[in-house]
C-alpha cells in the first residue's frame, strides 16, 4: 500500500530564513546522459532524456529513503532539450532537439509497470521551451522549432483525452530557456532568455486557465537565462540560472502579496541548464552546464521546524458537512479583514482548485462545488497573511 503523503502548503511572506539547513550532497548518477531533464513522482526523484553515448538512455530513478539509483526502461528515443513534467503518478518526455531539431516527442512513462508508451504528439515541434502543470494538465510554452525563431505558441496537454488545445499566445517574446510552474488555476513564465546565453530576459506573465488569457506582471528582478522554478509551499521558487555569468542565488515569489523577494538560501554551485524538483519539504537540484555538475544532485530540506506552534490562533476555519458530496461549506473565522487564498490538495500533493478571497473580521462562509474531483481524501489549506490553517476533508 502506497504511503499518502500529507503536503502541507506553508505560506513564505517574509525573507524564507527558516531554511536553515545546508545542501545536501546524494548520490552521484554515474554514466550520465548529456542535457537530461528531471522531475519527481510518487515521492521518487526520475532523470530522463537527454543522449548516452551511442543508445537511447535509461530513465533513471532515485530513492531518496535510501539514497540510491535506479536504472530503468529505456526511453523509446532520447533527446535533448527536451521537458519532463509529472502528472498523476506518470510522467510525461515532450518535445526536444535531437537527432533533428523541433521534434514532437511525447513518450509517457508508468513508474509502476516500468514502461514506455506514446502519447499524441505536440501540435508544433519544438526544443528549448518550458513546461509547467496545472490542474491535472501539462501546458508547453515558447522555445523554437529549429529556424532559430522564438515561438510564441502556448499548447494545453490533456492526459485523460491524450488531446492537445492551442491557447492564448505568450504575450511577450524571447521565451526560450524560461522557469515555469503551475499553481491553482494558474501557470507562470518568469524570465528566459534567446539563441545566446548572453541574451537574457526579465518577463513575468501569468496565465489564467479560467479565462485563456495572459496577465504581463510586473518585470523580474533581473533578466535571468535558464532558471529553474518549482512550487514550494505555496510560493514561487526560482533557482539558479545566468546573468552575466552564472548565478547561485535564489528568488521567492509570494503569489497573494505580488512580490518577490531575495532568498537568504543559495546553491552551493553557481550554475544553468540544471533541473530541480520538490518533494515534501526538500528542494532537489540536479546537474547544470558543465562537466563538474553533469550527474550531480543535490537536496536542501526545509525543517519547518516549530511553524505550527507560531502560528496565531487568530485564523480558524470549520468545514460542513464532512465527508462532503458535491459542495465544500466552509467558514472562516479572523479577527481582521485580509486578502486571503484558499488551496485545496490531493494526498499527492496535486493542487485541485486554488481561489484568492477578501475576508473581512468575524465568520466569512464560502462554498466551494468540487463536482468534479474524485472520491477521495483532501486537504484544504486557508493562507492569509503570516498564517495557515489546514483542515482535511473526505469526498465521497
Known sequence: MKKLILIFLVYLLCSPHSFSQQWEDLATLSNPANLPQMTAANGKIYVVSGIASGENPAIQEYDPTTDTWTAKAVIPKGCYWSSAISVAGKIYVMGGGHPYPGQKYNFIYDPV?????QGAELIDGRMYHSAASANGKIYLMGGQNGDNKTEWYFDEYDPVTDSWTRKAQLPNNGAWYSGATGMGNYVYRIAGGGSSIHLTR???????????SWDVLTAFRTPIHAPKAVNYKGNIILIGGYSNGYIDSMF?????????????????????????????????????????????????????????????????????????????SLTINSISSSEASIIITNMIGDICFSERITIKAGNNNQRIRLSELPSGIYMVSVIVVGQIVNSLFVKY
Open 113 to 117: 509497470a516500468d514502461t514506455w508508451t
Open 202 to 212: 526579465d518577463h513575468f506573465d501569468r496565465y489564467n486557465i479560467t479565462t485563456d
Open 252 to 328: 521567492s515569489y509570494d503569489v497573494v502579496a505580488d512580490e518577490w523577494s531575495a532568498m537568504d538560501l543559495s546553491l552551493p554551485d553557481a550554475r544553468s541548464y540544471h533541473s530541480a524538483a520538490v518533494i515534501d519539504e526538500c528542494i532537489y537540484v540536479y546537474g547544470g552546464h558543465n562537466d563538474a555538475l553533469k550527474g550531480t544532485l543535490i537536496r536542501h530540506c526545509d525543517p519547518n521546524l516549530g511553524i505550527e506552534e507560531k502560528l496565531s490562533s487568530n485564523l480558524h476555519i470549520d468545514i460542513y458537512p464532512n465527508p462532503i458530496k458535491e459542495v465544500l
